[in-house]
Each structure stands twice: as structure tokens, then as C-alpha cells.
């Protein structure tokens, strides 16, 4: 018995999915950035299993491409719950399903 | 990998962040979900760890659980009157088909497909030469990552500056 | 480097490891059993060392701090008090564990055994001797600062879950020091590792050995950078402001009696003894000493030096007032981040001169290590004279009273769930006011 490539893509590919519904069907602002970061994470691990595994020059490209993800992740994070304090300032609420004018 | 450690530890790691990606899904308290995130996340940098990427895992557990999961915390703390039920909207059983469908797509093109798998064993110390790329060949991304940091950072200031009318207040 | 190691060899105790591993590997065991067992001796003997060294250097604090004080100290239980820290570890352990009426019960229960693992497991990198070291990462000061952070969130977890609002606002100041001091942190061992050019801490050590020399001598700003915000890490006065009683009870345990809170209190003395550990190898020469390791046990000079290191934060909890929030904050990015920064850029153009020009080490060592006592010196002096400057003419902004702010407004949104609007203070706070 072995752990492959197989292995790690099928375990991106279930935290990719459980991201995209997070990012999808939840209702607190939170909750959908959790599913964005959880799908960043997916891909950053899909990522360092190919660069593990299969053939390359240069294998070590998947992990620099990883720090530069976990960097503009970071970024994103940090931008997204300043939105999200804006938001709740102005409307009293961050349910994204609330988040329903144009402009206010 | 034939190791039998590695193959425990794997499936160990495997189902812990699996199992705490889906119990972000199903738990009914935001906090709870953060934490199950977390758990997910030092999951992840088990697995990073089993792929012998060390500098990625010990990043991953320095920005993912001590730095993002904090900021998810404050802005859970910032917001009191919003909602802490970790609900779903009417966008559910959508999000759940279309969900189910593309896991399924992503993992039948992962075992079906026939990767170019190179025989080469795990890396012995990824941190100098990661360092010698981010320096070397990468060195423009990696400019240009720190300005995207430093405007990310004030932009952040920015928007939640304190609103003129309680500055006015305090003339 | 390696010389004849009978096992009773007891400058390193990893000798003796050694036989015994060698023993079981003779006798026809699997792989994995070697290994186990090295990894049980190793992690027992950490447990054993550090709740000895707790129970020990409690009572050793309080004698001292009472000497400081002009007090006699705990002098009760045993000879001289000596038994107070098993009397006072009884007491923790018999105490009734009380969860407060709306307390989250998981996470209440989860936060003190989270914060007291990360302080367990830093102890796994640090080399106690050549051969003592449990698991020599080659990304180890990095993974110390990650162990680190993951208090954070455990600090926040344990201040939230207890439903009490100085827990929360204790554990909300602890997350701002710890965040920013970090960043200081980050930058001071940046400069370590600049100079040994390895993230691995028995190569740090060996570099150390190598051109006889503790790089404390050549980082004068980093290790006074590295020791306050080490301090404030392990909440220490003068600046154990998450915990200040008398401003917010206690702080982020505020909730915490009993066990919980013996979790609590023996994770902070044990992030002590991290702390000390860390200074001690990456600043202090670790388990060397110029040459009198080979006659002293490598592991009783790193022992004395983390005990020496240890005393220093005891001696400024005796000695020095507390500081303020705001203070400390303002210390942290004025200050401390400033100079270390320029620290980090002066010590990697000073190893890149010494690389491109292959001066002999030395004559380069001295040189830098002058350089930088020079620059300590001169950048604490001047920027502090900068920073003050102008201070005392700036008036303080005087803290509002509620009324000359007027009201505090909210107005949900038509359909809004209702906010803080619906809670009975604001809107009697509203009322009285006069104001709609």
C-alpha cells in the first residue's frame, strides 16, 4: 500500500468542492470567505502534490507559486474583513442575502 | 512513499482535514466553523509535511492559523448584530448539485488521467533553494507581491477608519 | 567532531540513547522501534525536565521577588516553603472546575489544552545537547515563530467562550501585543539567521562554535528587541497588560479556576522557559561555552545559561511598574519596528561585504560586532531623543464623556434583524439624552 499523486489530488478536489458550496449557499460573510480561502488551499495543495510527483525541471516552481498564493491570500483576507466591517457600519448586517441593493 | 508511516499518516491527516472541511459545512456556530477551519488548515500543513515541502507547511500554519484565522475571529467579534448561525441561503440544494458534480468531475479526472510521474523522491531542504528562486528567477513576482501587500494593507486602513461624523463629534 | 562516545559518556545524554537505541536495533527490531523509543525518551524527558523546572523556579520566584520586595516569601509548607509550589499545585488540582452559566462549554474546555500544546512542542527543536535534540528541523526558527502564533487564536478562543466582557477585552489586548510583537520578533531572528545562513538551530549553534563567538556580541539590538518581546509573549510584567488586575480582573482566564486555570498558568511559565531556551541557542552560544563543553555536560551549560536568561525576566517583574496599553503598542511600531528593521538591512549589507571582500573571520567578527554595538547604541539613544522630541508640548486628547458625544447612532436598515439598537441601554441611553 502507497500514497500517490492520486491520493492528494482526490483530497484538493473534496476541499475544493466543500469550498465552493461554503462559498455558495452560506449566508454570512465569514462564512463564504471561509470557502474561498479553504478553495485557495485546495489548489495550494494540488499544487505541491505535482510538484512533488510528476516530472519537471525545475520541481520547485509548485512551492514559489504557493508562498505567492498564500501571500495574495493573505491580502484578500485582510481587504475582505475590512469590507465586510464597512459593510456591517452602513447596513447593520454582513447575511450576503441582505446585501441586495445596488445602492444605498 | 511506500513507508508505512507516511501511508498513516496520510490517511490520519486526510481524514482530519477532510472531516473538519465538512463540519464547517454542517456546524450551526460561526466561531465553531473558524475553528474547524483551523483544524483544517494545520490538517493541511500535516499533508504538506508527508509531501516533504517543509518551509510551505511551517507558512501555512504561520499565515493560514495564526494570521487569516485571527482576522475571520476579529471580524466575526466587529460585527455583533450579524448573524451567527452559519446558515445557508435559499441558494442551497443549487450550490450543493453543482458542488457534488464538480467534485466528482475533479476527482474522476484525477485518477483517470495518466500523469507524467517522475520517480525522484522527496526534497531534502526546499527552504534555501525556495529562497535562491524568490530571489533569483521570481524576483519580479515577488516585487510585486510586497506592493500588493502594502496596498492591500492600506486599503484595509482605509476603509475602516473611523467615520467623519464621530471625528466631528469630537471638535 | 565526533569523538568516542562510550555511553557513559554523560556530556551528552544522547549518548547513552545511542547504546540503548544500538542495543534494540541488535536484537532484531523492526525500524520503527528504535525510533519510537528515542522519540518516547526524548519527549518524557522533556515533560519531566519542564514540570520540574515550573515547580522549581515557582518557588524560586517568589523567594526572589520577596528578597526584592524586602519580604521573606512563601516559608510555610516544608523547609523554607519549599513544598509551596506541590501545596499550591494540590490546591489548583482539588478546586471545584466552575464553567460559567453561558459559557461555550467545548471551547472553554478546548482553549487551555490548545495554548498548552504549541509551548510543549517548541521544546522539540531546541538542541539540549549535540545529540539531545528530538527533532532538528531544518526550517526550525521558522517553526518556532508559526508554534507560536498558534496561541493567538487559543488566547481569543479561551477570552470569547468564557461569555464575560473582560475576559474578552483581556483576551482582545493580548491578541493586539502579541500580533505586534511578532512582527519584532520576526525581524530580530531574521538577523540570527542572516548571520549563520540556516534556519536549522543546531547548524546556528555549530556556526557559533565554529568562530567562537555567541552572536549576541554581534547583535547587541536584536537580542534587547528579542528579550521584550519575549516578555511580552509570555505576558510577563512589565508588560503582562492582558492580565493587569487592576484594570481588567485578569484577564483573558478570567473565567478559569482550577485545573483550567493551572493549564493556563503552567503553559505561561513553561512559554518562559521557551523563551529562555530560544535566547540561549540562537543568541548565547546554546550548549557551548569556548571550549569548557568538553569538560562540563553540554546540557548543564545550556541548562545554566536558560536558568540565567530566566532570571532576568524574574528580576524586571520585581523590579519595574507596568506599563500601559497604549504605551507598549506605540513601542512595538515606533520604535522597536524601525530600528529592527534597519538592523536586519545593516547586518545583511555587513554579511554581504564579508562575503564579497573574504576578510578572515577574525578580523571581520570584531569589526561587525563593534559596528553594531556602535549602531545600538547610537539608534536607541537618537531615536528615542527624535521620538520624544516634541512630546511634551503635545496636550493628550482628553477621553469623551458620553454626553459630549451625544448619542451613539445606530439605524438598521428597514428589515434588518435588530441590532444594537434593540438593546434596552442604548435606548435608554437614547432617552435620556433628549435625542430621537
Not at chain 2, 133 to 149: D, M
Not at chain 3, 415 to 420: F, K, M, T
Request: aromatic share 10%; proline share 4%; hydrophobic share 55%.
Amino acid at each position: 500500500m502507497s500514497v500517490d499523486l492520486e491520493h492528494y489530488l482526490v483530497v484538493g478536489a473534496i476541499l475544493f468542492a466543500t469550498g465552493l458550496y461554503l462559498a455558495l449557499a452560506k449566508r454570512n460573510f465569514v462564512g463564504v470567505l471561509m470557502g474561498i480561502e479553504l478553495m485557495f488551499n485546495a489548489a495550494n495543495l494540488t499544487f505541491v502534490a505535482f510538484s512533488r510527483f510528476v516530472q519537471s525541471d525545475d520541481p520547485l516552481s509548485g512551492h514559489v507559486f504557493v508562498i505567492f498564493a498564500i501571500t495574495v491570500a493573505a491580502a484578500e483576507a485582510a481587504t475582505a474583513l475590512a469590507l465586510a466591517v464597512l459593510l456591517y457600519r452602513v447596513r447593520d448586517t454582513i447575511d450576503v442575502d441582505r446585501i441586495d441593493l445596488l445602492r444605498w | 512513499m511506500d513507508d508505512t508511516g507516511t501511508v498513516i499518516a496520510f490517511w490520519l491527516l486526510a481524514v482530519i482535514t477532510v472531516g473538519s472541511a465538512l463540519m464547517i459545512v454542517a456546524v450551526r456556530n460561526l466561531i465553531h466553523a473558524v475553528v474547524f477551519m483551523m483544524v483544517s488548515f494545520v490538517g493541511i500543513a500535516g499533508l504538506y509535511l508527508t509531501l516533504s515541502a517543509d518551509f510551505v507547511a511551517v507558512t501555512q500554519v504561520l499565515l493560514y492559523v495564526g494570521a487569516i484565522s485571527v482576522l475571520m475571529l476579529f471580524a466575526i467579534v466587529l460585527t455583533p448584530g450579524g448573524s451567527r448561525d452559519n446558515a445557508e441561503t435559499f441558494l442551497r440544494l443549487p450550490a450543493l448539485a453543482l458542488t457534488v458534480l464538480l467534485g466528482a468531475t475533479l476527482a474522476y479526472v484525477a485518477i483517470d488521467t495518466d500523469w507524467s510521474l517522475a520517480d525522484r523522491g522527496g526534497f531534502t531542504d526546499t527552504a534555501s533553494a525556495i529562497g535562491d528562486a524568490l530571489l533569483g528567477k521570481y524576483v519580479l513576482p515577488f516585487e510585486i507581491a510586497s506592493v500588493l501587500l502594502l496596498a492591500a494593507m492600506i486599503g484595509a486602513i482605509v476603509l475602516v477608519r473611523p467615520e467623519a461624523s464621530i471625528e466631528e463629534a469630537e471638535e | 567532531m565526533t569523538f568516542l562516545a562510550p555511553w557513559y559518556d554523560l556530556r551528552d545524554l544522547g549518548n547513552a540513547v545511542q547504546a540503548l537505541l544500538d542495543r534494540i536495533r541488535d536484537w532484531g527490531a523492526p525500524d520503527w522501534v528504535p525510533y519510537a523509543v528515542s522519540s518516547l525518551i526524548g519527549a518524557v524527558g522533556i515533560l519531566l525536565w519542564v514540570v520540574l523546572s515550573v515547580l522549581a523556579f515557582i518557588w524560586i520566584e517568589r523567594r526572589v521577588v520577596a528578597l526584592m520586595q524586602n519580604r521573606i516569601g512563601p516559608n510555610r509548607v516544608g523547609p523554607a516553603g519549599l513544598l509551596q509550589p506541590v501545596a499550591d499545585a494540590l490546591k489548583l488540582l482539588l478546586k471545584e472546575p466552575i464553567t460559567p452559566r453561558d459559557a461555550d462549554r467545548i471551547l472553554f474546555w478546548m482553549a487551555p489544552i490548545v495554548i498548552f500544546i504549541p509551548t510543549l512542542v517548541i521544546f522539540a527543536v531546541i538542541p539540549f545537547g549535540g545529540r539531545m535534540v528530538l527533532a532538528d528541523l531544518n526550517v526550525g526558527v521558522l517553526f518556532l515563530i508559526a508554534i507560536a502564533t498558534i496561541n493567538t487564536p487559543a488566547v481569543f478562543l479561551a477570552g470569547w467562550s468564557s461569555n464575560n466582557k473582560y475576559a474578552l477585552l483581556g483576551a482582545m489586548r493580548t491578541i493586539a501585543m502579541l500580533i505586534s510583537y511578532e512582527v519584532v520578533q520576526v525581524l530580530a531572528l531574521l538577523a540570527v539567521v542572516l548571520f549563520a545562513g540556516s534556519m536549522r538551530l543546531g547548524d546556528i549553534v555549530a556556526w557559533q562554535q565554529h568562530y567562537n563567538v555567541w552572536i549576541v556580541f554581534l547583535q547587541p539590538l536584536g537580542i534587547l528587541a528579542y528579550i521584550i518581546s519575549g516578555a511580552v509573549e509570555i505576558n510577563r510584567s512589565p508588560t503582562d497588560i492582558s492580565e493587569a488586575e487592576s484594570e481588567i480582573v485578569a484577564g483573558y482566564h478570567t473565567e478559569y479556576g482550577g485545573i483550567k486555570f493551572g493549564f493556563f498558568y503552567q503553559a505561561e511559565y513553561m512559554a518562559g522557559f521557551a523563551i529562555a531556551a530560544i535566547i540561549t541557542t540562537l543568541y548565547l552560544g546554546g550548549y557551548t561555552a569556548w571550549g569548557l563543553e568538553k569538560w562540563v555536560p553540554g546540557w548543564a551549560l545550556f541548562l545554566g545559561k536558560l536558568y540565567a536568561v530566566f532570571f532576568i525576566y524574574i528580576w524586571s517583574r520585581g523590579t519595574l511598574p507596568r506599563l500601559r496599553i497604549d504605551q507598549l503598542m506605540s513601542f512595538a511600531w515606533k520604535f522597536l519596528l524601525p530600528l529592527s528593521l534597519v538592523n536586519v538591512a545593516l547586518v545583511g549589507a555587513e554579511v554581504l561585504v564579508w562575503d564579497e571582500t573574504g576578510v578572515s573571520a577574525n578580523v571581520a567578527l570584531p569589526i561587525i560586532g563593534a559596528v553594531n554595538l556602535v549602531f545600538c547604541l547610537v539608534a536607541v539613544v537618537a531615536w528615542a531623543r527624535l521620538l520624544g522630541h516634541g512630546a511634551g508640548r503635545q496636550r493628550g486628547r482628553r477621553a469623551l464623556l458620553t454626553k459630549e458625544v451625544g448619542v451613539i447612532h445606530f439605524e438598521p436598515a428597514e428589515g434588518a434583524s435588530p441590532g444594537p439598537a434593540g438593546i434596552p441601554a442604548a435606548q435608554a441611553l437614547r432617552r435620556r439624552s433628549g435625542q430621537a
